[in-house]
T-cell receptor
Framework: AQKITQTQPGMFVQEKEAVTLDCTYDTSDQSYGLFWYKQPSSGEMIFLIYQGSYDEQNATEGRYSLNFQKARKSANLVISASQLGDSAMYFCAMREDDQTGANNLFFGTGTRLTVIP | NAGVTQTPKFQVLKTGQSMTLQCAQDMNHEYMSWYRQDPGMGLRLIHYSVGAGITDQGEVPNGYNVSRSTTEDFPLRLLSAAPSQTSVYFC????????????FGPGTRLTVL
């Protein structure tokens, strides 16, 4: 079974509007972390935001926020006030915590976001 | 502080050839890993290490070897390249149990003919 599911292969958003990218995850662990990365056409992986499974508040980083719904196992990324530079591939990822502290990530298949002027 | 460096950036191999992808980091990170990214897919973990002398398999380890003799370096060896190993390879490093970014290298684009 897929550990991370991103059901939106592509999304369009008007510049200055907000957009939500969906992510659901599957784990039986109690301790885990959720990440969002941005991959522009140049190919590098850019970290956006992190949410720990025990964090009670939704994570926010500037224009990015993570809508964490633990019971539904969802970790949607909300980008407010979209900019043309936000056009990129977005990946949701999960780390299941273990005693070694390894940061092994399971990635979803990504959502390609296009911002329309 | 160079971060995570990978060499080469591009490589073309013939089926059956072997090669080593180099990865180095200068941040004294305990954790290092290798991922591959295939078209239309997310990254998948190949091998990882939580410290010098310690390595373990990830999700897709077949056809690859790793070693970690120093904290800084984590090379990935392709033993006998196959067309199915055509991919973009990313190396990453971080502190253990990180709560923010892993630092990714720029990637190596490998084509196996």
């Amino acid at each position: 079974a897929q550990k991370i599911t991103q059901t939106q292969p592509g999304m369009f958003v008007q510049e200055k509007e907000a957009v939500t990218l969906d992510c659901t995850y599957d784990t039986s662990d109690q301790s885990y972390g959720l990440f969002w990365y941005k991959q522009p056409s140049s190919g590098e992986m850019i970290f956006l935001i992190y949410q720990g499974s025990y964090d009670e508040q939704n994570a926010t980083e500037g224009r990015y926020s993570l809508n964490f719904q633990k019971a539904r196992k969802s970790a949607n990324l909300v980008i407010s006030a979209s900019q043309l530079g936000d056009s990129a591939m977005y990946f949701c990822a999960m780390r299941e915590d273990d005693q070694t502290g390894a940061n092994n990530l399971f990635f979803g298949t990504g959502t390609r976001l296009t911002v329309i002027p | 502080n160079a971060g995570v460096t990978q060499t080469p950036k591009f490589q073309v191999l013939k089926t059956g050839q072997s090669m080593t992808l180099q990865c180095a980091q200068d941040m004294n990170h305990e954790y290092m890993s290798w991922y591959r990214q295939d078209p239309g897919m997310g990254l998948r973990l190949i091998h990882y290490s939580v410290g010098a002398g310690i390595t373990d398999q990830g999700e897709v380890p077949n056809g690859y070897n790793v070693s970690r003799s120093t904290t800084e370096d984590f090379p990935l060896r392709l033993l006998s390249a196959a067309p199915s190993q055509t991919s973009v390879y990313f190396c990453a490093s971080s502190v253990l149990r990180n709560t923010d970014t892993q630092y990714f290298g720029p990637g190596t684009r490998l084509t196996v003919l």
